[in-house]
C-alpha cells in the first residue's frame, strides 16, 4: 500500500479510492478529485505525466515511492 | 500580522472581486486576527488567499476597492509550540506512519509565517494529484505533511506543510498527513 501522491496510490489504499489499471480513467478520476489506485508505479508514473507533472517531479515521486515499497513501509 | 512588502499593486491572482466579496475579505481578516480558524474553512481560493495576504489599497466610500498582497503574513492556526518543544526521542519516526486525514480546524502551527507564493502554489490544486512541492529543496521529511500529536494534551501540531495545510484549510478539506505521536519536552508543556 503506497501512496505517490496524496491521491494517487500503488496496489491499495486505506482511504476511499477508486481502482482501476485504464490510465485514461485515473486521470478522469484524480482531475475529479477523486483517490485513485493503480496497479503499478510504472502505471502511477503515466499517469503523472499525463496529469501534466515535470518530468522531475514525477522520477522523484516514483524514487521515493520505490524506496518505501523496498523498505518494506506501508503508507 | 508579521512585516513583509506591501505590493502597492492591485492582485488579481484570481480574478476581481464580486459584489459584496470585499466586506468578506475584511469580516475573515478580522477573526483571523482572533485565530478563528474556522472561519477560513471553505473560504474558497479568492477570499481566503486575500483575507490572508490582502491589503486595502483602495477604497470606494467604507468599502475596500482594491487589495494589494503581502509577500509574507500570519499563519491562520493558533501558535503556541515550536518543535523545539517536541520531545523527538520519544516521539515516532514521521518515516514509519501511515497517511491520515487530519481536519485542519483542528490543528495548531510551529511557525508564526507563510509566504504568499507558497500558498498560491498549493491553492492551484495541482499538489494533492502531482505532487509537486513549492520547495523545490528535496527532503524526505517534507514529502509530506507532519503533524505531531500530544499524547497528554491530544493537541495537534504541524511541524511541516503549513502551507499545504492553509490551502486545505481554504478549500474546506481535510489535510492528508503523517501523524507522529510522541510529548512535549516537560519543561515547555503549556
Not at chain 2, 490582502?54 to 503556541?80: C, H, I, M, N
Request: proline content about 4%; glycine content about 8%; some cysteine.
Amino acid at each position: 500500500m503506497t501512496a505517490v501522491t496524496p491521491r494517487l496510490w500503488v496496489a491499495s489504499c486505506h482511504f476511499d479510492h477508486q481502482a482501476t489499471a485504464d490510465i485514461d480513467t485515473a486521470v478522469e478520476l484524480l482531475r475529479a478529485g477523486k483517490t485513485v489506485v493503480v496497479p503499478t508505479l510504472d502505471d502511477a508514473r503515466d499517469v503523472l505525466s499525463r496529469c501534466g507533472a515535470p518530468e522531475e517531479v514525477v522520477d522523484y515521486r516514483i524514487s521515493r515511492a520505490k524506496s518505501r515499497i523496498a523498505r518494506n513501509v506501508s503508507d | 500580522m508579521i512585516g513583509g512588502t506591501l505590493s502597492v499593486t492591485k492582485d488579481s491572482t484570481f480574478g476581481d472581486l464580486a459584489e459584496g466579496e470585499s466586506r468578506k475579505i475584511m469580516e475573515l481578516k478580522g477573526r483571523l486576527h482572533l485565530k478563528e480558524v474556522d472561519a477560513l474553512w471553505g473560504a474558497g481560493p479568492r477570499i481566503g488567499y486575500l483575507a490572508i495576504f490582502g491589503r486595502p489599497v483602495k477604497y470606494q466610500g467604507r468599502d475596500v476597492a482594491e487589495f494589494g498582497t503581502a509577500l509574507v503574513s500570519s499563519v491562520p492556526f493558533p501558535y503556541r509550540n515550536d518543535q523545539r518543544d517536541v520531545d523527538f526521542k520519544q516521539a515516532t519516526s514521521e518515516l514509519n506512519v501511515p497517511l491520515v486525514d487530519l481536519d485542519p480546524r483542528r490543528l495548531e502551527a510551529s511557525q508564526y509565517g507563510l509566504r504568499r507564493a507558497a500558498l498560491l502554489h498549493y491553492l492551484k490544486d495541482t499538489y494533492d494529484i502531482t505532487g509537486q512541492l513549492f520547495d523545490r529543496g528535496r527532503n524526505e521529511s517534507n514529502d509530506w505533511p507532519v503533524v505531531f500529536e500530544d499524547s497528554v494534551s491530544q493537541r495537534l501540531i504541524i511541524l511541516q506543510g503549513h502551507h499545504r495545510s492553509t490551502a486545505a484549510l481554504i478549500g474546506g478539506r481535510f489535510v492528508r498527513a503523517r501523524l507522529i505521536q510522541g510529548k512535549f519536552k516537560e519543561l515547555t508543556a503549556r
